[in-house]
């Protein structure tokens, strides 16, 4: 055990220095696709004049983030994200490389520089997952040593049971925790918005909590820890404040508008309508009534018109506004002349249904705030049809309340996932599979319409 308490800051070095690799390549996936964008458009005639093998491969660069239905595309896509993962282990290494040979002295006397760079570096572009995995083996050793020291022999009754007891983790403690608690703490404190397991600083060290968060400043009397049955253990809370209400995300974006109103929204995606066959985008309800939520819904369909660009406007076909529903229909539209309103669109395949084990999942979104660009975040809660109270979200003239809904959060602490002006927009995943809708946001989360549910409702498909 004493040569395992020496390797295990070298591995803990290592997937860390792993995962900035990893950060720093998919950042170069995520941005390098606007750079080449810009650089074809300025050099139209240079990029016409290339090859047909540079051609794939500059569109292979204008699209990294996506993967490509094409296998001989998909190809290019996985070496070129191999060579940035390459360029960027290496990079990392050789910016850290007197912290690497500190850390590896006990183990190789006297490492050379190019000895350091290369080698880290090539462990750091391909060996994260095993990283991963290997110290995810020495954590469960010594959480089985810890846990040995802290097991009460007397409450164990069978073998099984104090194999399931050792082999159960802390986020698996956290989250039985939330599942039995999080009925009656939402009972007893109506101000809960969200209950989420999270790792977070409490007590001096970060450690795996209940996380709660609060619509308000009140918090005193939100209990410190929460019990688990059966168990003398609790587990801890972490309390955050004041996310603010909840609002829904129309104006000031620059996609689509309501006639004769400051009110915008977002171009979520096009959909083709089985009933006729037509042409429509699919966005928020919220955008085409105003940002009002009490409205005749036959008065909307029947008066109702949506600019799609400063020469055209459109009707409301479909309205849908209550039963946990805030979309609509707008056109029909010309589907080749408007899918350059939102390049994702074209995109976009089918959706799929979310399930427990996409917490975590990273996801695209694109956003009208301050121009067109991508942003990126993960998914952090997806309630069940009627778990806890609902999420409430507020219009200009009332309040709505909604269960089942997506809950998303932006990787970066600079910039929320999404803002004003994003209503509509569209949640998907890495293969382009559209998950949400996004109907609104507070200070920290922002919140979607499983798309899937939408399409139901509106017998239609993404085209």
Not at 144 to 152: M, Q, T
Not at 217 to 234: C, F, M, T, V
């Amino acid at each position: 055990m004493a040569y395992l308490d020496k390797l295990f800051p070298l591995i803990v070095m290592t997937l860390a220095f792993a995962m900035v690799s990893e950060r720093l390549s998919n950042f170069l996936k995520l941005y390098l696709p606007a750079i080449f964008k810009l650089l074809s458009a300025s050099n139209r005639s240079k990029v016409s004049a290339l090859d047909s093998m540079s051609k794939k491969s500059f569109f292979v660069l204008q699209n990294l983030h996506l993967k490509q239905a094409d296998a001989e595309l998909e190809i290019i896509r996985e070496r070129i994200i191999l060579s940035l993962s390459l360029f960027s282990g290496i990079l990392i290494a050789g910016l850290f490389e007197l912290q690497i040979k500190e850390a590896v002295k006990e183990f190789w006397k006297e490492p050379g520089y190019f000895q350091i760079v290369f080698g880290f570096g090539i462990l750091f572009s391909f060996g994260s997952k095993f990283w991963h995995d290997l110290l995810d083996l020495l954590l469960f050793t010594k959480n089985v040593r810890r846990r040995l020291g802290d097991v009460n022999l007397a409450e164990i009754e069978s073998a099984d049971q104090l194999s399931e007891y050792l082999q159960t983790n802390d986020q698996q403690i956290v989250k039985r925790a939330i599942e039995e608690n999080s009925d009656w703490l939402h009972r007893e404190f109506s101000n809960i918005r969200l209950i989420l397991p999270r790792y977070e600083y409490i007590n001096g060290l970060y450690q795996h909590c209940v996380a709660i968060y609060l619509e308000d400043n009140e918090e005193q009397r939100i209990p410190a820890y929460l019990p688990i049955s059966g168990s003398s253990k609790k587990v801890p809370v972490k309390v955050i404040p004041d996310l603010g209400p909840v609002q829904a995300h129309s104006k000031p974006g620059e996609v689509i508008k309501l006639s004769g109103s400051s009110i915008r929204g977002a171009f979520g995606c096009m959909v083709r309508d089985y009933e006729d066959s037509k042409s429509y985008i699919l966005t928020c309800a919220h955008v085409v009534t105003g940002r009002k939520c009490e409205v005749n819904l036959d008065e909307v369909l029947n008066t109702t018109k949506v600019d799609i660009d400063p020469e055209e406007n459109c009707p409301v076909k479909k309205i849908l506004f209550d039963g946990g529903f805030d979309c609509a229909l707008v056109g029909p539209v010309n589907s080749s002349k408007h899918s350059n309103k939102l390049s994702r669109s074209k995109a976009l395949r089918k959706p799929r249904v979310l399930s427990a084990n996409d917490i975590g999942t990273d996801v695209y979104v694109e956003v009208n705030s301050n121009g067109l660009r991508w942003r990126r975040g993960s998914i952090v809660h997806h309630s069940k049809e009627k778990e806890g109270k609902g999420i409430e979200v507020n219009y200009d003239d009332g309040k709505k309340t909604f269960h089942g809904l997506i809950v998303a959060e932006s990787e970066s602490l600079a910039y929320k996932l999404t803002d004003r002006g994003d209503s509509g927009t569209i949640l998907y995943d890495e293969e382009g599979q559209a998950l949400g809708m996004v109907i609104g946001g507070d200070a920290k989360f922002s919140y979607a319409i499983p798309i899937g549910d939408v399409l139901i409702e509106f017998y239609a498909e993404i085209i």
